[in-house]
């Protein structure tokens, strides 16, 4: 997988960029105001950890990086629909979310279960492999990732680098 620069700025006004430059130089941003401008740059550092832990090529930041626009990963736009994996892992993170609201960890049982009354299936074609372990590399990934962004300061932004081998 080709390498993809990562920045999320942290506007002095509250709100957030999300900045992704692939090797080619070509860019794809989105900006978040408001309340989107406090809950996305968790939601995609929380991407970040899933895709990199998982290895999942094919989730929101892998699809970028094939030179999908962030607004494309919608499934709306004229790419389509998302890859099955980008479905899985939007789901993961998005039950990532969940607990980091409720204060709760699930198993990967429980994720299991949750994933199958949301239909999406970890079959052998979407090639994930969510166990308790990958669970807990997730996790403690996605704390350091939070705890950078916590110390970020207004003016700032956060660097990352997607698909290092």
């Not at 995609?44 to 998982?54: K, N």
């Not at 004229?78 to 479905?87: F, K, S």
């Not at 090639?127 to 110390?151: G, N, V």
Request: aromatic share 8%.
């Amino acid at each position: 997988m080709r390498e993809l620069r990562i920045e999320i700025a942290k506007r002095t006004d509250g709100g957030t960029v999300l900045r992704c430059t692939r090797p080619d130089g070509t860019v794809s941003w989105q900006l978040q105001r408001g309340s989107t401008g406090a809950f996305f740059p968790l939601h995609d550092l929380t991407h970040y950890a899933v895709e990199t832990v998982l290895g999942v090529p094919n989730g929101f930041f892998g699809l970028v990086a094939q030179g999908w626009e962030i607004e494309d990963t919608t499934g709306k736009g004229p790419r389509g629909e998302l890859p099955p994996d980008a479905i899985a892992v939007e789901q993961i993170v998005g039950f990532l979310d969940r607990e980091r609201a409720s204060n709760a960890e699930w198993s990967a049982a429980d994720y299991a279960t949750h994933l199958g009354i949301a239909g999406v299936s970890l079959s052998p074609s979407v090639r994930i492999a969510l166990t308790d372990d990958a669970l807990a590399r997730i996790r403690a990934m996605r704390r350091e990732l939070f705890s950078q962004w916590t110390l970020t300061p207004p003016g700032e932004s956060l660097h990352l680098i997607f698909g290092q081998q």
